[in-house]
């Protein structure tokens, strides 16, 4: 989906963006710690998978326009 940038009308291209605390997702309880660690890596591996796609996809269509 498509995510616009969070801008208002008053703003410059590059606003000042203040420090904030990092957020943290608390660990889960023991017993539950194992399947949220393979779920971790399973998403990471679609992510990094995902982005491998994408970028397979603009190589095809740079080629295309390159080679037409």
Excluded: G
Excluded at 8 to 13: A, I, K, N, V
Excluded at 23 to 32: C, D, I, K, V
Excluded at 43 to 59: E, S, T
């Amino acid at each position: 989906y498509y995510a616009p940038a969070f801008r208002f009308e008053d703003e410059d291209d590059n606003p000042w963006i203040p420090y904030r605390q990092m957020s943290e997702t608390p660990l889960p309880e023991n017993h539950l710690l194992d399947a949220r660690l393979r779920k971790e890596k399973e998403d990471a591996i679609n992510q990094i998978n995902h982005v491998r796609n994408v970028l397979q996809q603009i190589k095809q269509e740079a080629n295309h326009l390159l080679n037409h």
